[in-house]
């Protein structure tokens, strides 16, 4: 009997699409691999893919065409722009304006999981403790999934 289970979405800022660019072994490649496979669906913000390019056209254009070619092969999708009502309540939450953006974005897409590397403006703001979002670090999507196995 085929398993009715949704695949589950899982939104990235930069830092973690970054990661998974600098590092073909860690659990950032490992969020790539998944969402090849299908286990998966990765999706990023208009933001965070602008923001990842300039990081590596300044620091790393040499990743630039591996960007292309990630975002390429597993069909990473990029959410809606985010709702004002989305927009205004990552305000009230994130302080720092770009880093609001990304979180109204991944708010914006409804996704399972918000994965960053950033502990000052997400892993460790107790006030996006609420949200119908878990946010965490790429290992903690993949020890979330491996629970679900």
């Known amino acids: 009997m085929p398993s009715s289970k949704r695949i589950p979405d899982v939104f990235l800022d930069t830092s973690v699409t970054i990661a998974a660019l600098m590092s073909p072994t860690g659990g950032a490649r490992?969020?790539?691999?998944?969402?090849?496979?299908?286990?998966?669906?990765?999706?990023?913000?208009?933001?965070?893919?602008?923001?990842?390019?300039?990081v590596l056209r300044h620091k790393a254009s040499e990743l630039l065409s591996l960007l292309?070619?990630?975002?390429?092969?597993?069909?990473?999708?990029?959410?809606?722009?985010?709702?004002?009502?989305?927009?205004?309540?990552?305000?009230?939450?994130?302080?720092?304006?770009?880093?609001?953006?990304?979180?109204?974005?991944?708010?914006?897409?409804?996704?399972?999981?918000?994965?960053?590397?950033?502990?000052?403006?997400?892993?460790?703001?107790q006030a996006l403790a609420d949200l119908p979002i878990r946010i965490g670090t790429p290992g903690d999507v993949l020890a979330w999934l491996r629970e679900q196995l």
């Open 30 to 54: 490992m969020l790539f691999h998944l969402g090849e496979a299908g286990a998966i669906r990765l999706v990023v913000g208009k933001s965070v893919l602008q923001e990842t390019d300039d």
């Open 68 to 125: 292309a070619e990630l975002l390429d092969e597993v069909q990473v999708e990029i959410g809606e722009d985010p709702s004002e009502e989305n927009s205004r309540k990552a305000v009230q939450l994130v302080e720092y304006l770009p880093d609001a953006m990304v979180l109204a974005e991944a708010l914006e897409v409804q996704a399972d999981w918000f994965s960053t590397h950033d502990r000052e403006h997400f892993l460790n703001n």
